[in-house]
């Protein structure tokens, strides 16, 4: 095992405490799109030494320069942190309690609560290199010494999870319907899925999604921030000297950013296009949830309703963010079209 960093103490602590949304300021106060995006990282990214980042700057008393600063730099910094091992075991431990219900996962659920809550780090990483395991395998042996959820399985579930199998847009509840209905799957493997595979997939496909639209934007905009700080100081120089090589360089200048502009604009029109598809499919989910009174429909039932929120959150983030990426576009070939020979100044 790696020697533990000092540093993970302090920001174990910092991440303990960012668990208050930060909220949106008054009308009257002006704030960036970048506050907003940095925001949003606070209040929903998975990995707890990012939230901590993003939470720092925005009580920060230079805010504007902290989120400048955040986005720069310290974002980058704290996805490192958030990869070592201290860091990721505690974000796990943290993720299995939200996915692993008491009712459902008894076994798991105290084992990852005794983790997360244990001042050694080594108790974090027993749990996820085979703690959380050997607790699954405890509460499987459970349902399956009591039978009852195996006997509650009826048709309907077995067709509702080929559907997912086949249709859900979501890559990990696809895989995890597709292990539960295998040909060597029983009926504890169908049970296992209704009690926290599903709900634990879909969390895993919520995760990755957030976390590769943030990662992605996040470099876009470090990387933008200067071309647009160049542009605009080259059409400056441009005006104040009215040479005409000026003005070709504030054009380059202006035609960086709009090519910068290209990949976000899709990616985030396609970010738009997933949140939509599985916004949808939970309502579907919830539809079905509220069609059945099986056992086994209990857990999926008290959080899709919330998955199908969240989906809708991010669809309204994506669309945020395309229109961000356009109006930027927008401002950068205006910019290019103004310093071209015999453009307007």
């Not at 597709?178 to 169908?190: G, I, K, M, N, V």
């Not at 990755?208 to 996040?218: N, Q």
């Not at 970010?271 to 857990?299: C, F, I, K």
Request: glycine share 4%.
């Amino acid at each position: 095992m790696k020697r533990r960093i000092p540093i993970m103490a302090l920001v174990a602590a910092l991440c303990a405490t960012v668990v208050v949304s930060i909220p949106v300021p008054a009308a009257a106060v002006v704030r960036t799109a970048d506050w907003y995006r940095t925001k949003a990282v606070a209040d929903y990214d998975s990995r707890s030494s990012v939230v901590a980042a993003a939470y720092g700057a925005l009580v920060s008393t230079n805010v504007d320069a902290a989120v400048a600063r955040f986005i720069a730099r310290d974002f980058a910094f704290a996805k490192l942190r958030a990869g070592l091992n201290e860091a990721r075991n505690t974000d796990f431990c943290r993720r299995v309690l939200a996915t692993h219900t008491v009712e459902f996962a008894p076994e798991v659920h105290a084992a990852a609560q005794y983790a997360l809550n244990s001042q050694y780090p080594a108790d974090r990483e027993a749990f996820a290199r085979t703690g959380y395991a050997q607790a699954k395998a405890r509460d499987r042996q459970f349902r399956e010494a009591t039978g009852e959820q195996a006997a509650a399985l009826e048709q309907f579930d077995r067709d509702f999870v080929a559907r997912l199998r086949d249709t859900d847009p979501g890559e990990q509840v696809r895989a995890s319907a597709a292990y539960a209905l295998r040909p060597a799957a029983t009926d504890a493997d169908l049970v296992e899925f209704f009690a926290h595979d599903w709900a634990d997939s879909a969390d895993l496909d919520l995760v990755a999604f957030r976390i590769r639209v943030t990662d992605e934007d996040m470099r876009w905009r470090a990387k933008v921030a200067g071309l647009l700080a160049a542009a605009q100081a080259a059409e400056q120089a441009a005006l104040e000297s009215a040479d005409e090589a000026d003005r070709a360089t504030a054009a380059h200048a202006w035609a960086q950013l709009t090519t910068q502009t290209g990949t976000p604009r899709v990616v985030w029109a396609d970010a738009q296009r997933v949140a939509e598809e599985q916004a949808a499919a939970w309502h579907r989910v919830v539809q079905a949830a509220g069609s059945t009174t099986g056992v086994n429909w209990q857990v999926i039932t008290g959080s899709a309703g919330a998955t199908a929120e969240s989906w809708a959150f991010e669809r309204e983030q994506a669309a945020e963010q395309a229109a961000y990426w356009i109006d930027l576009y927008a401002q950068a070939l205006a910019g290019e079209t103004r310093m071209a020979p015999g453009g307007a100044a």
